[in-house]
């Protein structure tokens, strides 16, 4: 009998230690069943035990087991029950004689017995007994696959609606943003007077200095503002790109960070190993580095040490953010890439690494991290050595 290859093969197996009664059982059991099921005989239970895990071991299906009660060796009733246990789906029915009514009774309260047939029985009632059975065994297993599909389909429904929430948040965000943007590029004119101050004092190389810095920061401040109203749009952005070297751009970031208090307090070491020049946005270049460099003077305790390696390999420039700080329990090392995600409470909003992991991709370049917990982090940003963006 064919049968598709990815179908497990449905058996009923019949176990009789009368050889004559039990070439009778199957051969009538075949008659009926030959079209979705093989059946299988044993003369002991011992036997019908082995043939069983043969089948499984072959990817079958043993839908049912048919014992006699009176065996030498190992009766029916505990065949059944050994059987029940290890395959609590199986239907199990037993034959007895009328003085073997007792280990029915044991059977149906221990081997989840289906059905007991008293002997001598009725052939066609036989048959379709067995019919019944089999076809309630159908039943059930569909039951079961239809719940598991259910649950499935349920768990993908609340997945979506997590999305859905998710994206409702972003939306909020984005219209918060768009907001907050406008206002504080209103605000940031008046730093354009800076420029009225360097015309004042014409001759003060120390001023003029300062409103550099301070014409600088502004404009850093203005794409910082468009970097997050583009996230809350939820696009990666293609950015104006110049050949810069990237050991600039980190002194740049370094330089920018000295002026935070907390970092004052580490010792921030510079191993700059090749001068690799990119074509990069400078910019958000520099804002990588500045949050990767913030989150590692945040991890580390005073006097920490937070070590910035560039180095690079055929294709990418590579730098390293070593902080030996507290460093991230496993679990989290998933969450601290999505926006929002973060252990400082008030003190953070959680789109540091959103951002990073956006700019970075912005640049056809990665971001990654390796962190052990108690020993500290590294994050790690490969820039291609060669641009492969193709403008529209
Ligand atoms: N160097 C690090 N050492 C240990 N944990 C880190 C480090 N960098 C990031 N993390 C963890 O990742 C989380 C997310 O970082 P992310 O920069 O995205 O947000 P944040 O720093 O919490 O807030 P902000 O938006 O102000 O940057 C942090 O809250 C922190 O738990
Ligand atoms: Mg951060």
Redesign the pocket.
Known sequence: MEQANHLPRRYIVCVDDDRALLEGLTQQLDAAFADTHEIEGAESASEALHVVEELYNLGSVVEMVISDQVMPGMKGDELLEVLHQRYPEMITVMLTGQAGLDSAIHAINYAGLSRYLVKPWNDDEFIMTIRELLAKYRLEQENKRLFRELQTAYQHLQEAQEQLIHSEKLAIVGKLTAGIAHEIRNQLTILGFAEVIRMAVPDNKQVAQYVQNILDTRSRILSIVEEIRQFAKNQTQSYEKVQISLVNVANTALSIMTYDKEAKRRSIVKDFQTTPILTINPDKIIQVII??V???V???EENGTITVVITENDSHAILD?I?N????PPE?ME???K?F????GE??????????RRILEGHHGRIY?R?AVGA??T?TIELPLEDTTTEA
């Open positions: 949050n990767l913030r989150n590692a945040q991890a580390t953010v902080d700080g507290h460093g991230i989290l969450d601290i890439w926006p995600f973060t252990t400082k003190l953070g909003t959680g789109l540091g690494l959103d951002i990073c991290c962190s500290g982090t994050f």
